[in-house]
């Protein structure tokens, strides 16, 4: 069990700038998100969309956002468990015990929600024979080597499917690409070499195409039917479907824990950010009052109150005291600085 001040549930912006946040107050965070990798809404729906509303930040992009806020985190060593999604909270005296669905389980004096629009849900394969095979297909990738040898479709165009295509060709049997369109969302370099593996018959591409149909016994998956935008249909030997249609956000599990729901979103006081339950909080996206709005810079003043508000709670009768950054010793320790060199 990992002894932790804060579990944050979210790497998005707010999340991470949670971290930040807390860690000048001396308290130290573990961050859990469903999703692979930091960022959440900026890096699996706008990487590459100029953000201009950052104080100090002219224009910066979604990815690039996230790298800064990555880079400021840095100092206080948080723990980042990617690709879990918190299952349960459930206090334990002034604790609460925090699982994931990977098995990794917390003990934190507090918890921040800060899961943007919620948690990102794999959006599903529709086809017909579909729910025949819950073992065949695949919305996230653990263990590579579970396809070495087979023969695998991947559906997609984004840099998901693109990544996987590259990293699979060499080690299943046989790759096939579908995708609905024939222009793509992944990076130009990725797309390039998946076109060499096709001209050099290393792979089989599928565009302008979708899988309409899933075959095989006793929930083994076989082929899948291939159907072009001429209702032309093949059918390519699969023993694996890989899906990557993007992410649908939702609320989740977080809609199981007792809190004060408001739709999709969870009601919180504007002072410390607390939800209806005490030591759970709430920042970004997700949660709602009476102004709020929706903007990241919103989230990171949130997220700075919130932090006060977590500190006030794990030490009650201590006045907590403003903490600017210039004059931090957290943060001078953290970096090597020593303010008395400029004197």
Not at 126 to 153: Q, S, T
Request: some cysteine.
């Amino acid at each position: 069990m990992i002894q932790t001040d804060v579990v944050i549930v979210g790497a998005g912006p707010c999340g991470l700038f949670q971290v930040f946040e807390l860690g000048l107050l001396g308290l130290k965070a573990e961050v859990v998100d469903s999703i692979r990798q930091a960022g959440g809404q900026c890096i699996e729906l706008y990487p590459d969309k100029p953000i201009y509303d950052i104080p100090g930040i002219p224009v910066c992009t979604g990815e690039e956002l996230v790298e800064r806020l990555m880079k400021q985190i840095e100092p206080f060593e948080c723990g980042m468990h990617l690709g879990e999604e918190v299952t349960e909270v459930e206090p334990e005296g002034d604790t609460f015990i925090v699982k994931t669905s990977a098995g990794t389980t917390f003990q934190s004096k507090a918890v921040v929600i800060a899961g943007g629009v919620g948690s990102f849900q794999p959006r599903p394969l529709r086809a017909a024979g579909v729910d025949e095979f819950p073992a065949c297909v695949h919305y996230r990738i653990k263990d590579p080597g579970r396809f070495e040898d087979r023969n695998v479709v991947i559906l997609g165009g984004g840099d998901s499917a693109l990544d996987w295509v590259l990293e699979l060709v060499g080690i299943a049997r046989r790759v096939a690409l579908v995708h609905r369109r024939d222009a793509y969302r992944a990076v130009d370099a990725s797309v390039a070499t998946m076109r060499e593996f096709v001209r050099a018959g290393r792979m089989d591409l599928f565009e302008n195409a979708k899988v309409t149909k899933l075959e095989g016994r006793n929930g083994v998956l076989e082929s899948v039917i291939v159907t072009d935008k001429d209702g032309k249909s093949t059918s390519v030997v699969a023993e694996h479907a890989l899906v990557f249609f993007g992410l649908a956000p939702k609320l989740g599990p977080i809609a199981n824990w007792g809190l004060d729901i408001n739709r999709k979103t969870i009601n919180v006081d504007a002072e410390r950010f607390e939800t209806s339950t005490p030591g759970i909080y709430a920042v970004g996206d997700i949660n709602q009052y009476p102004g709020k709005k929706k903007l990241i810079l919103c989230g990171f003043h949130e997220a700075a109150l919130a932090a006060f508000a977590i500190k006030q709670r794990l030490e009650p009768g201590k006045k907590v005291h403003l903490q600017y950054t210039t004059t931090s010793p957290i943060m001078h320790e953290r970096l090597g600085v020593h303010p008395e060199d400029d004197e």
